[in-house]
């Protein structure tokens, strides 16, 4: 199932304390924790098929109903069998093994829909981690680390991509595309260049993107936040990759780089990197050289 409020939240909805609200199903395992200790915020449950029953029953509502609101509602283990007996049962699990990613709510908009600002874990993909509303940029749940969200009221174009990324999603289905596998080669394509960048020296807008996500300077503390900043910084050029991916002319440009029916690798100076960097507004991209490696002198 996926979790959208605190367990004692809905635990409170039935009037009931989270630990009865437990036990209406037999437990395989303990919830996952952390290897250095304390519960993951991430984790999720999994129900067979009479577990399902009883949780349709204490919220009143079908099961086909549950089945389009949560995700992780027809996931199947092999721990949890659907016994003759009809007897119920219960498993954790760590949600990302389920049924994808899994990032934190905004606190804010749950306040907004249940009243109370506490803390929610959603199946959320990459491309919608930007709450316009708030002006928060939603943080991966899986990692053992205090934030939930970054404040990216100070970068607009990150809310702008979002925006945009619904045309490049109808764009893809258009063209037979799934705008899943799009996006995922686009942001493999900017995480790539993420790596490179300390070298840029004409790089200057990813360095004030992170430096404003921090809280305005990350100081003593920049490989920590290279780390925590890094998908809302290049959310911006990984919307405009997936859009360059989907035209024509730069696949037409990238056969001609690749070997035009010869195969080669695509060379770093080449024409389509060349026009990515004009559509990230890098020109310089593509004449970008790696430093000489020292130890092989």
Same mark, same amino acid.
């Given at each position: 199932?996926?979790?959208?409020e605190?367990?004692? @939240?809905?635990?409170s909805?039935y009037?009931?304390?989270?630990?009865?609200?437990?036990s209406?199903w037999?437990w395989r395992?303990?919830p996952p924790?952390h290897? @250095?200790?304390g519960?993951?915020?991430?984790?999720?449950v999994?129900?067979?098929?009479a577990?399902?029953?009883?949780?349709?029953?204490?919220? @009143?509502?079908?099961?086909?109903?549950l089945?389009r609101a949560l995700p992780?509602?027809?996931?199947r283990?092999?721990?949890?069998p659907?016994?003759?007996?009809?007897v119920?049962a219960a498993a954790?699990?760590?949600?990302?093994?389920?049924a994808?990613p899994?990032?934190?709510?905004?606190?804010l908009?749950?306040?907004?829909?249940?009243?109370?600002?506490?803390?929610?874990?959603r199946?959320?993909?990459?491309?919608?981690r930007?709450c316009a509303r708030h002006? @928060?940029w939603?943080?991966d749940?899986?990692?053992?680390q205090?934030?939930e969200?970054?404040d990216?009221?100070?970068v607009?174009e990150v809310a702008a991509?979002r925006?945009?990324?619904a045309?490049v999603?109808?764009?893809?289905?258009r063209?037979g595309?799934e705008?899943e596998?799009?996006?995922?080669l686009a942001h493999?394509?900017v995480?790539?260049w993420w790596?490179q960048?300390?070298?840029?020296?004409?790089e200057g807008i990813?360095?004030?993107?992170?430096?404003q996500?921090?809280?305005?300077n990350?100081g003593?503390?920049?490989?920590?936040w290279?780390i925590?900043?890094?998908?809302a910084v290049v959310?911006?050029?990984?919307?405009?990759?997936?859009?360059a991916l989907?035209d024509?002319?730069?696949a037409q440009?990238?056969w001609?780089?690749s070997?035009?029916g010869?195969?080669?690798p695509l060379?770093?100076d080449?024409?389509v990197f060349?026009?990515?960097g004009?559509?990230?507004g890098?020109?310089?991209?593509g004449?970008?050289r790696r430093?000489?490696d020292?130890?092989?002198r």
């Amino acid at each position: 199932m996926r979790i959208v409020e605190g367990r004692h @939240g809905v635990a409170s909805r039935y009037g009931m304390e989270a630990k009865a609200l437990r036990s209406c199903w037999p437990w395989r395992n303990y919830p996952p924790g952390h290897d @250095g200790g304390g519960a993951r915020a991430d984790a999720d449950v999994l129900l067979n098929a009479a577990g399902r029953q009883v949780l349709a029953g204490l919220c @009143g509502v079908t099961e086909g109903v549950l089945a389009r609101a949560l995700p992780s509602w027809d996931s199947r283990d092999a721990k949890l069998p659907d016994r003759e007996d009809g007897v119920p049962a219960a498993a954790w699990r760590i949600a990302g093994a389920v049924a994808g990613p899994v990032a934190f709510g905004c606190r804010l908009c749950t306040a907004r829909r249940t009243g109370a600002p506490v803390r929610v874990v959603r199946y959320t993909p990459l491309w919608e981690r930007v709450c316009a509303r708030h002006g @928060g940029w939603l943080l991966d749940s899986d990692a053992d680390q205090p934030l939930e969200h970054l404040d990216v009221r100070g970068v607009p174009e990150v809310a702008a991509a979002r925006r945009r990324w619904a045309g490049v999603a109808r764009w893809a289905v258009r063209t037979g595309a799934e705008p899943e596998r799009v996006f995922a080669l686009a942001h493999a394509v900017v995480a790539r260049w993420w790596e490179q960048a300390f070298s840029w020296e004409s790089e200057g807008i990813w360095p004030r993107r992170l430096h404003q996500v921090a809280g305005g300077n990350a100081g003593t503390d920049l490989e920590r936040w290279r780390i925590v900043g890094r998908d809302a910084v290049v959310f911006p050029e990984g919307g405009a990759v997936a859009d360059a991916l989907l035209d024509p002319a730069m696949a037409q440009l990238a056969w001609r780089d690749s070997g035009a029916g010869r195969p080669r690798p695509l060379s770093a100076d080449g024409a389509v990197f060349r026009r990515f960097g004009e559509r990230v507004g890098r020109p310089w991209l593509g004449r970008w050289r790696r430093p000489p490696d020292r130890g092989s002198r």
